[in-house]
T-cell receptor, first 112, second 113 residues
Framework: EPEVTQTPSHQVTQMGQEVILRCVPI?????FYWYRQILGQKVEFLVS????????KSEIFDDQFSVERPDGSNFTLKIRSTKLEDSAMYFC??????????FGQGTRLTVV | GESVGLHLPTLSVQEGDNSIINCAYS??????FIWYKQESGKGPQFIID?????DKRQGQRVTVLLNKTVKHLSLQIAATQPGDSAVYFC????????????FGTGTRLQVTL
């Protein structure tokens, strides 16, 4: 069964450092998303991406965040200067022509 | 605003019994709903979905009921098994495929033997 894959599974970084979270969406999907989940809280939308541009973003997705689809298969989330409150699970998701979104296993980001 | 460190409601069910997990959604314009299962340390896993023009949909051992009048969604799991233990989230969508999903708070299902 096709799946969304994310790397790394766990990333520890120092406050102020840049991190890049990587995702390989399902190959024939067209819509890509990043969500995050702070420990014990609900899953929150960050950004959606379609046709090589951002289609929607939440107020969490400020200037410190950026997304890119550099090579037609990877979909990355960059946090330019991490803060303690960026510590969370980050989930990538993708959708094809149906409305069902498939999620990856997540990257646990710990900012110290 | 949102609370920090939300305490998840928990449903405890005996193995073999039926489970009913409820969700209230907020936006009457939502046109598509999904139930996700999330096991510890993993991503949300699709269980079943329903469009707003339906009020019931059945899958394997699961049924979703939608009541648009009171903006309520429920997930029924028949013959609950230990492997069903997880946190269950409902998610709503407005405006088609590209749109974001808005997740509910979640319910923890604990299956006892």
């Amino acid at each position: 069964e096709p799946e969304v894959t994310q790397t790394p599974s766990h990333q520890v970084t120092q406050m102020g450092q840049e991190v890049i979270l990587r995702c390989v969406p399902i190959s024939n999907h067209l819509y890509f998303y990043w969500y995050r989940q702070i420990l014990g809280q609900k899953v929150e939308f960050l950004v959606s991406f379609y046709n090589n541009e951002i289609s929607e973003k939440s107020e969490i997705f400020d200037d410190q965040f950026s997304v890119e689809r550099p090579d037609g298969s990877n979909f990355t989330l960059k946090i330019r200067s991490t803060k303690l409150e960026d510590s969370a699970m980050y989930f990538c998701a993708s959708r094809g022509i149906s409305e069902n979104a498939f999620f990856g296993q997540g990257t646990r980001l710990t900012v110290v | 605003g949102e609370s920090v460190g939300l305490h998840l409601p928990t449903l405890s069910v005996q193995e073999g019994d039926n489970s009913i997990i409820n969700c209230a959604y907020s936006n009457s314009a939502s046109d598509y709903f999904i139930w996700y299962k999330q096991e510890s340390g993993k991503g949300p896993q699709f269980i079943i979905d329903i469009r707003s023009n339906m009020d019931k949909r059945q899958g394997q051992r699961v049924t979703v009921l939608l009541n648009k009048t009171v903006k309520h969604l429920s997930l029924q799991i028949a013959a609950t098994q230990p492997g069903d233990s997880a946190v269950y989230f409902c998610a709503e969508n407005i405006g088609g495929t590209a749109s974001k999903l808005t997740f509910g708070t979640g319910t923890r299902l604990q299956v006892t033997l």
